[in-house]
């Protein structure tokens, strides 16, 4: 359902709307992590916005294939996490 021409336009639209320059979505069997480049006032909200009820349809599709985790509240599909380490970081520190 990700591959290229496969999500619904609407909801390509919503994602770009509320201010997503890049996104990845990388799958391990029913977990999926996200990686987003998003404008300083994502997410942007408007009752109005474009494909709003095409991305609810999408993300309501879309959990039947997912298994929520332990510690996320009801109904809560995608958690914040904390990067601890990148590799960019690190330039010129090692001894070779």
């Not at 300083?40 to 991305?55: H, K, L, M, V």
């Not at 997912?66 to 380490?85: D, M, N, V, Y």
Request: hydrophobic content about 35%; some cysteine.
């Amino acid at each position: 359902m990700h591959e290229p021409g496969s999500v619904w336009p609407a909801v390509i639209e919503h994602i770009r709307v509320q201010g997503v320059e890049t996104m990845q979505i990388w799958q391990q069997r029913d977990r999926l992590f996200m990686i987003i480049d998003a404008t300083d006032d994502y997410p942007r909200y408007d009752a109005s916005q474009i494909g709003q009820q095409e991305n609810d349809r999408w993300e309501a599709y879309m959990a039947k294939f997912q298994r929520p985790l332990p510690c996320a509240a009801p109904g809560e599909k995608w958690k914040t996490l904390r990067c601890i380490f990148s590799l960019a970081d690190h330039k010129g520190l090692s001894k070779s």
